[in-house]
């Protein structure tokens, strides 16, 4: 194949013109590299009139997606518009039913409806790939679906919300509380327009499900993703974590379990001096686990124009090389519907609560603890200056049941005030 | 195509071990991945006697790789015996004749070889892999070949020796020599038989030279890569270093210049806080840097027979499927043929010499510096108890041209006693 890959751009936002950068500087290279030119034919966004500070005159222009996706003149439909219904789903859809590859960068959508699309562009010979949509920059789509494809895949970990990473390790940076980083990170346009999809856990939560679905050859079901934001998440959390030699990171895990896939993104606790320990800011970094390869990480940018737009365009040159790999790494027919399990798999909980000061407060929050099955790791009672005394647990590993057992446990001994903070400590 | 795929191993030592293990094992997986079985049909190694802890009877038994690689019933020779001559290059050699693909975990063979391999195998539209070549379990190759393809590589840098970065933290983290350390992992059997291709940085530069044709469009040349062993690192350097929030680790560099091709595969100090500076033991670690994705790191294990094997495996999966990409990234023929380039960015350098213990002496050295086009970033003299002053200096940004004046203007001071250490400090 020597003729030109033709592409058709839907958005122009970010990583769309981070797209026709890379093109416009890097042409020849792409040339030499796939063998053949890699063209952008047609263009379509909101407003055409806007400045985006490149030449677009080369291109055609269309005010509808659904239109580009359609047109016979392009061979590729990349989708760097963004939304899990509306405009983005049509005209995905719509290139699908055209016979297009499809090239999104577009989590939530793939996360909501990427069975459905995969099995309609497998259908028709056709392929969707979506390395932009995890973790920005970094090929761990990639290296999951190709590189790992022999594992026995055990685990997939990572941070994938740079906006949460920075938000945490500001505050403890900074001494600033949750509100305070909140505030400022909004300020400066970091969060998206719907804060909750970063602080909620909801767009890395979409990520995790679309690198389960690889990882253990199951439908993407981000449904069944345990969510946790970092809202309650306090700097006293922090710096007590911290004093025992732990981060707090909003981290997703995924790992099949004997009772199913389990599926969580939640803040936990790290060991301070492991990889993701040590991840600052907003870089991202995924941890891959499988039976042969032990453990892989992979950190990099997981947003911005140039990494977002590089990881699109890894994805326009595989096209251009001809290379036809399943969607999720595997026909999307074939693909298990897996049973979700919920913190199956056992673990160290940090816990932090506030008891009346009185004598044998302690010894109730002990007791309960005990009558739910969980021993304790650490205990400590640290100074206070008003009625309530502050302590921290950490046990040993438990289940969530057991946890949540004991939480409720804990209402009943009268001498825990207000909500006790109860965060895992993952093993990394 | 459902058809089987068919493998010829050459080679059954550690990873020729895993490779079986994993096909025995995972087998229902590689198939509902690749959409199609992958079988061994037969192998060879020097033993057929050997009990190597897996079964083999179900295999062909071949006495000379060279038989097994033109076997009519073999689709892809798995070259995983070593050695640059002999054996290992005949048998690929006369795979690539009688038409096979070639995956290759044979780092000496193909940064010495490669090209001409290359272009044999490509003129029969015929491709060697060769992910297992270069940092073990890492899917480097296939994140610069394929997930960066879109990007101008602007460097690559990496640990990949693990053994030479198990004896540098040792040495910190017990406050052994160098050779107490280096007769440690030998007796370990964590060295070559031949010790100096791991710690003369040989085997890491075959590996850097692999990374550098593909990220520069270069045919490989392990030749012009500047090779500086571990050998010369004292404890009291480490120490110096980590007194200054450095570690030193055998880095490799490689990067296009104005003046051409410059490889390296020397110590290097790197900040102690960075991913590189934090890596300890036998890990690897690849950073790759692009213009549009800024950076990308890569960490894993570097050696060892599930992630060697899971490498190469991981280019078999990608045959199975019908990848098809050049061995370089682009076809071999097209490689440019790049001038060499000794040290040609600047760099800031640590400079650690004994001084007599005389007036004036440390202002000589500062004046040959001076002399030399360096100035002093930072210049420390240290409590000692003989008659010769130790001196720490820091330089500014410096090439290696000048400092070399400079260390030959020492010897003329008459005050330098020795060999002054002389360690580049790496901007990750």
Redesign the interface.
Known sequence: MTSPLRLGIAGLGTVGV?IV??IQ??GA??E????RPIEIVAVSARSKEKDRGIDLSAYAWEDDPVALAKRDDIDVFVEVMGGHEGPAKDATEAAISAGKDVVSANKALLAIHGQALAEAAEEKGHVIRF?AAVAG???VV??LT???????ITRVMGVMNGSCNYILTRMEDAGLSYQEVFDEANALGYLEADPELDVGGIDAGHKLALLSSIAF?TQVDFDAVELEGIGSITIEDIRQAADMDYKIKLLGVAQMTGRGLEQRMSPCLVPD?S?LG?LQGGTNMVVLE????????????GA?E??T???V??D???IA?????STF???AK?LRNARAARAAVPAPYYLRMQLVDKPGALAKVAAALGEAGISIDRMRQYGHEDTNAPVLIVTHKTTRTALDEALSRFESTGVVTGTPVAIRIEAV
């Open positions: 981070g950068r890379i500087k890097n290279l792409l030499s590299r796939a063998g390395e920059g970094i090929p990639k290296a190709e590189g790992l494809a022999a594992n026995e050859g001096r990889p040590q499988g039976d042969a390869v032990t453990q892989v990480v992979l950190r990099g940018p911005g140039g990494p737009a590089s990881a365009m890894g326009v040159m595989d090389r001809g290379v036809r790999i790494g595997q026909p074939t």
